[in-house]
């Protein structure tokens, strides 16, 4: 069977660009001798890797102009954007059923793939597999985008694989591709996780169509990891690898500032680099970062204390807040707004800035939270000197058992009763709250979000026991928020 369907698919090459030929016939002697191998596509030399490595894009078929503005936009990708476009051959060329590209976050995969097919105004459509939850949709939105609405409303309610190859072909016999249409598919590696028969059918939708339809599969996970165990159509595969710094760089300065010269810019970006380099390489988590802490940059230049090319002070001034800014690296929890308070701070009191604060709690959850953490982590003996206004003088070294000398942090959260969450919440608290069912129903509400946990059996209503299940990063971030200086209440800390 795969023979035969081999045989089938290399019918069309006969107007594949050459070098295409010349890949796909090596790999397909090489089948015949061997069980299917992925063929990897990399430059193997000939005349125009020159013009690939001079950034500049050729090949017949395609306007020159539009070509010289996508080589504009692929700066650092000119070696795979050459690859693939000779992969794709002229517009009305059949291409090979099926690409595979693969490489890390924001290695510009999309953004390479996109370039093309917007600048070169090819037919095609992209489906991210993360959209489209069902099968259905994704059928749905190829039809509508070659074929218009009709065709798509032509699918019955639940298509199968089946009636999508019958109503794309019938549509493609009634309005044939006159260039090669392409089916980009973002985030790949979801279509492991559809119908079995999905992969194989799209890496050879050219066949089962027969139209001049190719498929392109961007993921960050290797093609080994997707191939399926019973065996299929093998596409070819191009590689994206991660950016160097230099190129980091180049990317990066490309998004100077219109009132700043482009030297100043790249002098920003080669500090910024200098910091996070090491620790993050994400081309769009850089840029973020790099939009973010400009302003402050510039802030001695705008004030006329600092000239533009006066690098070492402009360094000094911006290092301590990169530094800062390397504790939220990747997590995207400080807007831009949020970024400016948190300068305003510079006592370090919201130092790690995280997560934690955007939980956003009724008041007197906080507190009840508070109390939980305080009723799991401090023994019950201590409520009285902590909580009891006139407790008369006990020391630490007073109720201090010899055995209880380990952290109370180290051995996690001890189950409380309801009554003494109570009482300490009421001690906490400053001003009087009744015990009303809000309070009751506030407490259910922590145990939904898994902020508490209930550890006694359900049928015990009268007594119910919690452990208290946040961390002390998340309990002092809340803690802040009511001005509560939970460390002075901790038994541990004391
Ligand atoms: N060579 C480049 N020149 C200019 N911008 C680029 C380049 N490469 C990537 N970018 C930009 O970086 C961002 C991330 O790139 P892209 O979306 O292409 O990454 P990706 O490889 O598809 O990542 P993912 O696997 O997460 O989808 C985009 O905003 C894109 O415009
Ligand atoms: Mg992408």
């Keep these: 069977m795969h023979q035969s369907a081999e045989n089938e698919t290399c019918a069309p090459a006969k107007s594949y660009p050459r070098k295409v030929v010349f890949s796909i016939c090596a790999h397909i002697q090489q089948r015949e001798m061997s069980p299917p191998e992925p063929v990897f596509v990399t430059p193997a030399g000939g005349g125009s890797e020159q013009s690939w490595m001079a950034g500049l894009l050729e090949h017949p078929g395609y306007d020159e102009e539009r070509l010289r503005r996508v080589s504009e936009q692929l700066s650092c990708r000119e070696v795979q954007a050459g690859l693939l476009l000779s992969l794709m051959g002229q517009p009305q060329q059949y291409c090979y059923p099926s690409l595979f590209i693969y490489g890390h976050r924001a290695s510009g995969k999309s953004h390479v793939v996109n370039v093309f097919m917007k600048d070169l105004e090819l037919p095609h459509v992209t489906v991210s597999c993360v959209e489209c939850v069902s099968v259905a949709l994704l059928f749905e939105k190829v039809l509508r985008s070659f074929f218009g609405c009709d065709a798509a409303s032509l699918l019955p309610r639940s298509p199968s694989l089946s009636d999508f190859v019958r109503i794309y072909r019938q549509q493609s016999s009634q309005s044939p591709a006159k260039q090669t249409r392409y089916i980009v598919m973002e985030k790949a590696e979801l279509l492991r996780d559809a119908d079995v028969n999905l992969l194989p059918a799209l890496l050879r939708l050219q066949e089962l169509v027969k139209d001049n339809v190719s498929v392109i599969l961007l993921s960050e996970i290797v093609w080994d990891k997707f191939r399926p165990n019973t065996g299929c159509f093998e596409p070819l595969l191009l590689h994206f690898p991660d950016y160097s710094k230099g190129e980091l760089q180049q990317i990066l300065s490309t998004d100077r500032h219109p009132s700043y010269s482009a030297e100043f810019y790249s002098s ?131 109720f201090l058992k010899k055995n209880e000398k380990t952290s109370n942090h180290l051995l996690g959260p001890k189950p409380f009763p309801l009554d003494r969450l109570l009482a300490v919440f009421y001690s906490v608290v400053d001003s009087r709250v009744a015990p009303t069912a809000s309070i009751f129903s506030q407490i259910s509400s922590l145990v939904t979000l898994q902020l508490l946990t209930l550890v006694s059996h359900d049928d015990q209503l009268d007594t119910p026991k919690y452990k208290c299940a946040v961390s002390l990063d998340f309990i002092s971030a809340i803690s802040r928020t009511v001005n509560f200086d939970i460390v002075k209440y901790l038994y541990d800390f004391l």
């Design 268 to 398: 920003y970006i080669n500090i910024l680099l200098g910091v996070f380099y090491p620790v993050c390489r994400d081309l769009r988590e850089l840029r973020h970062l790099a939009a973010l802490n400009f302003s402050k940059f510039c802030e001695p230049v705008a004030a006329g204390k600092v000239k533009e090319m006066d690098t070492h002070k402009l360094w000094k001034n911006i290092e301590p807040h990169l530094k800062k800014a390397m504790q939220t690296v990747y997590l995207r929890e400080v807007s831009s707004l949020q970024w400016e308070q948190m300068e305003e701070h510079e006592s370090g009191a919201l130092r790690g800035l995280s997560a934690h604060t955007h939980v956003e709690l009724p008041y007197y959850s906080k507190f009840l939270l508070i109390a939980a953490y305080l009723a799991s982590y401090n023994p019950a003996r201590t409520d009285k000197r902590f909580f009891l206004k006139h407790h008369g003088k006990i020391r630490k070294t007073n």
